[in-house]
């Protein structure tokens, strides 16, 4: 009967360490195509999930009211330009941009820059980009002022706004930054950091400031920008009527080439704030330090929105609008 042949210890050392490396590769291996499929898995969810709609951010455009009294003390030492009342809706037009995250990272770059070299104690700017908890926040570009509006307004006006936008026919397009700006608030409570615009294709900026300044002529509200002579009576009242129905006729609602002006220099955008105004010094020296910073960013438009109290309006601009001879283009 043949002996069975054992292996020395020394062979067995070696063959229980060779198991171990064999167990060592396994499981490494195992756990290293357990992380590609989870990168990978992660990247095809990433990238098979759409962008949030705008009506999503229109629905969570404005926090809720804490106080019916109005304190600066709520929102950062701001102060109303217009005092709260009941029945009366504040209402603002404008164009909304949400910059990509690599535009907001190279925008707060810019502010904290200029915060780090330029401003120094209690004087900071504070940027328009993200709220105080961090959330991403739309800057805009102003296509009217605040105005009120009486409860059974909001609804014409809306309408009013979207008659003219259909007359002017406008189309999708994109704007370029130019540099850097200063702008004192009416009240000159404030000083903004802003990013003035370039003029468009199409004049299209000058299009829509024209079909919101006409809505708010016709509510009997003040204009943006533009310089207007003084309104007569019949005019204000023509105006007046027009609140409870649609405009008629286009020689009626479409204003003369003549009237349209050009105010491409006071369209901006604001990316942060400061109290009280800036000298001419400080800023000056910052416009021109630091507008290399702000390179190649654009707003891409397509849609105006309408705000009045917490509700949000989307009027989006058609990619299929012809030019009829209207003012586009001017």
Known sequence: MPLVDYSDSEDSEHGETR??????????????ARKDLKRKSSRTLTSDLPPLP???????????????????????????GTPHVDGQWPSHVYIEWYPTSAESTQLTT??????????????????????????ELPLH????????????????FVDTLK????????????????????????EKTRCFLVLPLVRPAEN???????????TAKAFGKPTIYVKLEMESEE????????????????????????????????????IAWTHGPLSNDIGAGISSTFTADIKGLSVSVKAVKVK??????????????IDTGGIIGL
């Open 235 to 270: 005019a204000q009242q023509r105006g007046r009527g027009m609140r409870g129905s649609r405009p008629r006729g286009r020689s009626r609602v479409m204003s003369r080439i003549n009237d349209i002006q050009d105010c491409t220099p006071s369209f901006h955008v604001s």
């Open 54 to 80: 705008d009506a999503f951010h229109d629905l969570y455009a404005s926090n809720s009211r804490v106080s019916t009294q109005d304190d600066p003390s709520l929102h950062g030492g701001r102060q109303r």
């Open 204 to 214: 299209t900026l000058n299009t829509l400031l024209w079909a919101s300044n006409e």
């Open 163 to 186: 008659h003219f936008l259909d007359k002017s026919t406008p189309r999708p397009f994109e704007v370029h930054v130019s540099g850097l700006q200063w702008v004192a608030n009416y």
């Open 308 to 321: 009045i109290g917490n509700t949000v309006t989307s009027l989006p601009l058609s990619a299929n609008a």
């Open 19 to 32: 198991k171990n490396e064999v167990e060592e590769i396994y499981v490494s291996g195992k756990n290293s």
């Open 110 to 135: 810019l502010i904290n820059k200029i915060n780090n070299e330029v401003f120094d104690g209690d004087t900071k700017l504070q940027s328009l980009l993200q709220s105080e908890l961090g959330t």
């Open 141 to 156: 570009i102003s296509l009217s002022r605040s105005v009120m509006l009486l409860t059974d307004e909001r609804q014409p």
